[in-house]
Structure formats: C-alpha cells, structure tokens
C-alpha cells in the first residue's frame, strides 16, 4: 500500500486521546496506522475514520507495544507497506489502580512501566531505524506526557514515574534525533474528556484528602493541539504543550 501523504503511527488508538487524534490526523490528510490490543476497536475507529473520510488510508496492527518483539514485528509490517514513517504519536497508556504505594505489588508496577514507558522507548527506537534511513532522512515524533509528568495525583506512583520519565525520554530523543532530522515534542494532557476520566464527574482524590468533582475539556481540543504539532515543518518543532481543562484544580496542586 504505497501513499503520497505522511505515514502516521499512533499507539493506542482504540479510544479515547488516541482514536479522537487518529480522526484529527486522518483530517489532515495523514496515512494512519492504528495500534492498540484490541482489533475490534481499531476496526471501530477504522470505520469511523472512513465514514467520514471515505478516501483516507488506514492500517491496523493489533500490537502489545511493551513487548519488543511485537513491536518489531509491527515496525517490520510498517516498512513493507509504506516504506517510510513520518510521525509517531508514542500515545498508548494505562493509569492501573490506585492504590498506596505501600501496597503495590510489583506486577502492578510493572505492568504500568511496560506500557507507559518501555512501550514508548520501544516504538521510538523502531522509529529511529526508519526515520534515519528514509528519503528524505527524518521525521517527528509526539510523546503522550501527561500532567501527571509534573504534578501527581494521590496513590499513582507507577503512572506518575513513568509520566515523569517520559519527559527524560522526549528530551534524550530530541538530542539524539538532531543529527536525523528527527523532531521530538511532548504533550502533557490534562482532564480531557474520556473513559479513562468518566469519574471526575464524580469526584476524585485530591492532595488534602478530599473528593471533588473536577473540571474536564471536549478530547478533540487534544486532538487540534497534535494536529497542530504533527504539521509543523521539521525545522520547527513544539518542545512541550500543555493542554489541559481551564478551571481543573492543577495549579497549586503540588
């Protein structure tokens, strides 16, 4: 499946951020990829996709992204279809439960950093192979930080470690990538409106103990925001955005 527009890959994409940023992406004009582990909801969001964009390209590749093998063998998939790989959107992430840190179990930390943090180290590795070696050499890639990248939230050290350790892999990846052409930014996401978010409104923890309903923003301002990024020329690139619900309690939270 040769293609004249860039060749995006966006982890995650079943729901949520990343199905609302494969639909912002598609807008734009951008051949998709769509990872997640589940195939009936990439299919879903396939569908959706070429419903309302009947002439956009879409390739699913159900895929563990924390196991370096499946991502290998997506990467592989990538090059023999396209041949090239313009931006890769290191999106997909669980929170886990929350739970003390006391009490977790190494399972449940674990399974956090293979997700959140080995997944995105492994997909930009693979990425750097292509985007290196690719005519014209570059491309760009998007990390999914979170606000949890600077402040957390009670009870979520796995997720909040490995929010914080993506800003190390997005600034070790923009260094690393200069000599390639390859620009990488990261997003830090606050309170959009999701599955994962359903409970802010209800009420969720807060630093001083308390429960309290919070503030949350439509997801497709996420999506505008990485359209916004993805485009940029490759001499220019957005270091860090955050993209958060105005009036969510972050500021002054820690």
Not at 5 to 24: E, F, N, P, Q
Not at 84 to 103: T, Y
Not at 175 to 198: F, H, P, S, V
Request: charged residues 20%; neutral net charge.
């Amino acid at each position: 499946m040769q293609t004249s527009s860039k060749v995006a890959l966006i982890t995650g994409a079943g729901s949520g951020i990343g199905r609302a940023c494969a639909i912002g992406l598609a807008r734009a004009n951008f051949t998709l990829i769509l990872n997640g582990r589940r195939k009936e909801t990439l299919e879903e969001v396939s569908k959706t996709i070429l419903s309302e964009f009947p002439t956009a390209k879409t390739l699913m590749i159900p895929a563990d992204v924390g196991n370096p093998d499946s991502v290998k063998t997506m990467f592989e998939q990538i090059v023999n279809e396209f041949g090239r790989l313009d931006l890769l959107f290191n999106n997909a992430g669980i929170f886990g439960k929350a739970i003390p840190l006391e009490d977790l179990s190494y399972e449940q930390w674990q399974s956090v950093v293979d997700t959140n943090l080995t997944g995105a180290f492994l997909c930009t590795q693979e990425a750097f192979k292509i985007m290196k070696a690719q005519d014209p050499m570059g491309g760009r890639i998007i990390n999914n930080g979170s606000i949890s990248a600077s402040a957390p939230r009670p009870n979520s050290a796995p997720y909040t470690a490995t929010k914080h350790a993506m800003t190390g892999l997005t600034k070790s990846t923009s260094l690393d990538g200069r000599k390639y052409n390859i620009a990488c930014g990261q997003i830090d996401i606050g309170n959009a409106a999701t599955n994962m978010t359903e409970k802010m409104t209800t009420g969720v923890p807060q630093a001083d103990g308390t429960v309290k309903i919070e503030p949350t923003m439509d997801v497709s301002h996420v999506a505008d925001a990485v359209v916004s990024m993805a485009t940029l020329p490759l001499e220019a690139n957005v270091q860090f955005m955050t993209i958060m619900a105005t009036k969510m309690p972050l500021i002054g939270r820690g």
